[in-house]
């Protein structure tokens, strides 16, 4: 049984009411149809913390799926994962690959920006000051592209570079 089948969110079960309708009245390929399916699946269990489960419906719909912008997005929840499970050198690379296909996701340049402040930070614990300020000047530049396609959100990561005077 799909997982959208089985989920018991409320939210989850409406998206997937609709999404369902809406792949019946948008024409779409069986392969299209397929691939969204385990985009679906994959979020479903995503959110529920399942992240081995999610993993592999990303990569199903990955081998399905031929829209370079539907392919960032399923980059970008792989990404999510590997960042939470602490892989931050395979998320990074997952985030790389959704800009790729798709410039406008602000989030993952964002999220690329934390990690390279996180690594920054464990820098300055390790007593190395100039991998420090790269690993920072690299977080400013993410979030300054972040920044820039949507100017009123990431405040907290404005004010950093304000304060680390990195925002031109």
């Known amino acids: 049984m799909a997982r959208s089948g089985i989920n018991g ?3 989850d079960k409406t998206f997937s009411i609709v999404a369902n309708i809406l792949l019946r009245i948008i024409p779409t390929t069986s392969g299209e149809k397929e691939a969204f399916t385990y985009y679906r699946d994959g979020m479903s269990a995503q959110s529920e913390g399942n992240y081995a489960e999610a993993l592999q419906n990303y990569y199903e719909a990955m081998r399905l799926e ?4 539907d392919r960032s997005y399923i980059l970008y929840n792989i990404g999510l994962i590997h960042t939470r499970n602490g892989e931050h050198t395979k998320a990074l690379e997952y985030y790389f690959r959704a ?3 798709n ?3 602000p989030q993952a340049f964002n999220n690329m920006a934390v990690i390279c402040h996180y690594r920054g930070e464990q820098a300055v614990q390790q007593g190395d000051s100039e ?8 977080a400013a530049e993410y979030w300054k592209q972040a920044i820039a396609l949507t100017p009123g959100n990431y405040i907290e990561a404005q004010n950093w570079l304000k304060i680390t005077r990195r925002f031109e």
Do not use: H
Not at 66 to 69: A, K, L, N, S, T
Not at 131 to 138: R, Y
């Open 66 to 69: 031929i829209d370079p912008y």
């Open 131 to 138: 991998i420090a300020e790269a690993w920072f000047d690299q």
């Open 103 to 105: 410039p406008f996701l």
């Open 99 to 101: 800009l790729e296909r």
């Open 9 to 11: 969110n409320f939210i």
